[in-house]
């Protein structure tokens, strides 16, 4: 019987405002989409915050058996300056200004995607499509609008006509909005007199002679929406209905608002069974955002190559600085966190470091299967991350009493403290133990601190001729050996 069988989640539904008991679509499988980055710059922390909060969801799933298939796309093409539907192509802005080809910026800011994502230990997403390798399915989808009458040309563009679509649906169904609040509210921007109205947003735009990013349409040379190149390659691989849409709580409006009236308008049909949004990651208190320009990038927070924070962080510390927020909340990057963070993480690690050096008894006096249940109940809840983090802490105050002989366990109850520990640690939140992730120089320690126990091994027994050995043979590999107060340490030359 698959894990998923004994376990009940609920998932906080954006489009119904409640959480809901999760059925998948399909038994056993679950779809799950989540808007991938656009690739004009280098992603910051905030970008994979929204990520890994989905990477430890996708995680989730496949611990509990299920079949997921994941598709984060990557946006390389038609996402406009200010999300909107008139200025310049963000890659090919960035082109231009570094006069380079657009897929040339695509290529290197994927690239980072995927380093900082190595970095934070994601696992990679089942399918990663581009936008630019789907331009074929996203004019279809503008065919199907246009033919149910959802859509309207002008000048080579093609709109989607929100006014009329709501004349039958709901627009702001998901941001719980109401049109009649959007027509006060929006302004008109230069450069969209083509819309029958200023709510109305591009399927298609014609590309202007300086537009290099284009490619040929039944309507112009020019290039697709951003909103429609999400529903175009979501519903490719996943169905025109699907388990689960993700994405940072951003983009809710206009963009997935706009995903919805896509599909419902060429397909008939609500794309998604739950829409999940992850909240803002700040950085000191306010928003992290590249055009404020309040914002850090993975690589400087690691490397401490930066002004805003005291020391470098292990990126499993930033990890579990992130795991410690429910994926809803709002969290506030700041160096005092971060250290607070690092602190708990390495009693975690010292604990799991424990595990294999505690002896059993005949009784435990620690409900361990209450313990494992309680595991699950605060991810069944919602991925209730921090509740499962001050769990895992219920454990780590255990093994240290078992250590000092003030608790005791059995064998079985140590065995299942054992595996969920380390399952809930390093295959659902993704941390990396730290102690056993070694580098070359942390080799190197090892296999010398080997040589100087046996060398104080060969001391008490008097075996001087060994331990000379022992030094002296290091000494010519280049590895001095120093016996002080607090022990032996050494030097490499
Ligand atoms: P973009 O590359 O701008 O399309 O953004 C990629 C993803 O990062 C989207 O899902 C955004 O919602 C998300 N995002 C942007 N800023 C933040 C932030 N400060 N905190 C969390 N997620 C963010
Ligand atoms: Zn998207």
Redesign the pocket.
């Known amino acids: 019987m698959p894990l998923y069988d004994s376990h009940t989640i609920k998932i906080y539904n954006s489009l119904s405002g409640e959480k809901e008991i999760f059925e998948p679509i399909t038994k056993g499988h679950i779809g799950m989409y989540v808007?991938?980055?656009?690739v004009y710059s280098n992603?910051?922390l905030?970008?994979v915050?929204?990520?890994m909060s989905f990477d430890m969801i996708f995680r989730y799933f496949k611990h509990l058996g299920y079949k997921v298939r994941y598709v984060r796309n990557i946006?390389d093409a038609g996402?406009l300056e200010n999300d909107a539907d008139v200025g310049e192509d963000k890659i090919t802005k960035k082109a231009r200004l570094e006069a380079i080809e657009p897929m040339e910026i695509v290529q290197r800011y994927t690239v980072d995607f995927h380093n900082v994502l190595n970095t934070f230990n994601f696992l990679p997403p089942s399918i990663e499509p581009t936008a630019t390798g789907h331009i074929i399915e996203q004019i279809e989808l503008i065919q199907s609008i246009i033919d149910n009458g959802f859509g309207y040309i002008v000048n080579g563009s093609v709109y989607f006509d929100v006014h009329k679509y709501n004349t039958s649906n709901e627009y702001g169904i998901l941001s719980k909005r109401k049109l009649e609040d959007l027509i006060h509210n929006t302004r008109a921007l230069d450069g969209q007199s083509d819309k029958k109205n200023p709510q109305d947003f591009a399927l298609w735009k014609k590309a202007e002679p300086s537009h290099i990013m284009r490619w040929p349409s039944p309507w112009s040379d020019g290039f697709p929406g951003w909103h429609l190149e999400c529903t175009a390659m979501s519903t490719k691989y996943l169905g025109d209905y699907f388990d689960i849409h993700g994405?940072?709580?951003?983009?809710k409006f206009p963009h997935h608002e706009c995903e919805i009236a896509q599909n419902k308008a060429a397909k008939g049909q609500d794309p998604v069974k739950y829409w999940m949004h992850?909240?803002?990651?700040?950085l000191n208190g306010a928003?992290?955002?590249k055009s404020t320009g309040n914002y850090i990038n993975p690589a400087e927070l690691v490397s401490g190559d930066n002004d805003i924070m005291s020391k470098t962080y292990n990126p499993s510390v930033i990890r579990f600085f992130m795991m410690q927020a429910s994926y809803k909340s709002v969290l506030d990057l700041t160096d005092d966190g971060l250290k607070a963070a690092e602190k708990g993480f390495t009693r975690l690690m010292d604990a799991i470091g424990l595990l294999d050096t505690l002896t059993t008894q005949t009784t435990s006096s620690f409900n361990v299967s209450n313990w494992n249940q309680k595991c699950y109940d605060a991810m069944n809840d919602d991925f209730n991350t921090p509740i499962l983090i001050a769990t895992l802490f219920d454990a780590v105050k255990f093994i240290n009493q078992i250590k000092d002989g003030s608790a005791t366990v059995t064998k079985a109850d140590l065995d299942l403290l054992t595996t969920t520990l380390n399952t809930f640690t390093f295959d659902v939140l993704g941390l990396v133990n730290i102690a056993k992730e070694q580098t070359g120089t942390d080799k190197l320690a090892g296999a010398v601190a080997i040589l100087i126990n046996l060398r104080e091994e060969a001391r008490l027994n008097k075996d001087f001729a060994l331990s000379d050995k022992i030094r002296d043979e290091l000494a010519v590999k280049g590895i001095q050996l120093k016996d002080g107060k607090e022990g032996t340490t050494f030097t490499t030359n």
């Open positions: 808007c991938g980055p656009t992603v910051h905030g970008n915050r929204t990520f946006t996402h994405g940072g709580m951003d983009l992850a909240n803002m990651l700040e928003r992290m955002s």
